[in-house]
């Protein structure tokens, strides 16, 4: 067989082809329905509630000017979402990351064993520990507060920033620190001023994903949460009533539920695509 008449390998092409379409089906199934609620959030009632989807429609803000008029003050409840899910996790990432230093360092027997252990509380079920936590915060006098909510998102996010933390504490050679400890550093030095620096992607993911988790949380919410500590996801449920359902307002607090988190995604995806494809992915 001549050069010129030899078979053309296809399977790369083919291969990418079929990569493109996974992937333009995963963002078709994951865009269009933010889309079309982002969409529906500027249509009057008519055209929110027409069993014929209208794409060519007059914009209005009424439903947004609803949820910050009268007993539909949504101010509050924003204001609770933020400074619950932000300062848990500030302090899981602050706290995750020393425990995860800790544990990525430390040579000890059972270590694994141990980090299994950590992540696997994250992995328990929210109904097996509200009962618990429930009648500890009402001891605590914690129901109906904000650190209440802020330490019962720490339950699940704690966890979950020392196990991911560990990781990428793993992933920085061990002569880097020791270069510092050689050049005079204390312990806590070396920590703080070179090996934490190294692990910027990593702090940042695990600050994004804890506020995630956080921010998107109902189920804490709606146990630990009372007039004075409702958030965003409580709100939303309250315009699902037996006299009916207020798509217009509904699609409304949708759309300003999922946009910080776009947002905070995209502010940050250089540290958080790279977090995500380095030591999350090598968890000890």
């Known amino acids: 067989m001549t050069k010129h008449s030899m078979p053309v390998d296809r399977s790369p092409a083919r291969a ?23 969409l529906s959030s500027f249509k009057n009632e008519a055209d929110v509630t027409s069993p014929d989807p209208t794409l060519l429609f007059e914009p209005t803000l009424d439903n947004y000017a609803g949820l910050f008029s009268g007993a539909n003050n949504l101010a509050p409840y924003i204001l609770h979402s933020v400074l619950a899910s932000g300062i848990s996790s500030v302090l899981a990432v602050a706290l995750g990351a020393l425990a995860g230093y800790g544990l990525a360092t430390t040579r000890m027997r059972g270590k694994k064993h141990v980090a299994f252990w950590i992540i696997s509380t994250r992995m328990a079920p929210i109904a097996a520990v509200v009962l618990p936590l429930f ?8 129901i109906d507060s904000i650190p209440g909510l802020v330490l ?3 339950t699940f996010n704690l966890p979950f920033a020392i196990w991911l933390m560990s990781a990428f504490f793993a992933e920085v050679p061990p002569s880097v620190e020791e270069s510092a400890l050689v050049a005079g550093c204390s312990r806590w030095q070396a920590f703080r001023h070179v090996v934490l620096p190294l692990t910027k992607s990593g702090l940042v993911t695990t600050f994004v994903l804890c506020l995630v988790f956080s921010w998107n949380d109902y189920a804490f919410a709606l146990v630990f949460s009372g007039p004075d500590s409702q958030t965003l996801p409580i709100a ?8 009916g359902i207020d798509w217009g307002q509904l699609t409304a607090i949708g759309t300003i539920v999922v946009v910080p988190m776009i947002a905070a995604g995209l502010a940050v995806r250089r540290w958080l695509v790279t977090g995500l494809t380095l030591g999350a992915v090598t968890g000890e």
């Open 152 to 154: 019962a998102y720490l």
């Open 236 to 243: 939303a449920d309250q315009l699902v009533t037996q006299t």
């Open 16 to 38: 990418r082809l079929a990569y493109r379409l996974i992937v333009g089906l995963g963002l078709l199934w994951t865009i269009v329905p933010l889309a079309w609620m982002a």
């Open 135 to 142: 009648l500890l915060f009402r001891g605590a006098g914690l």
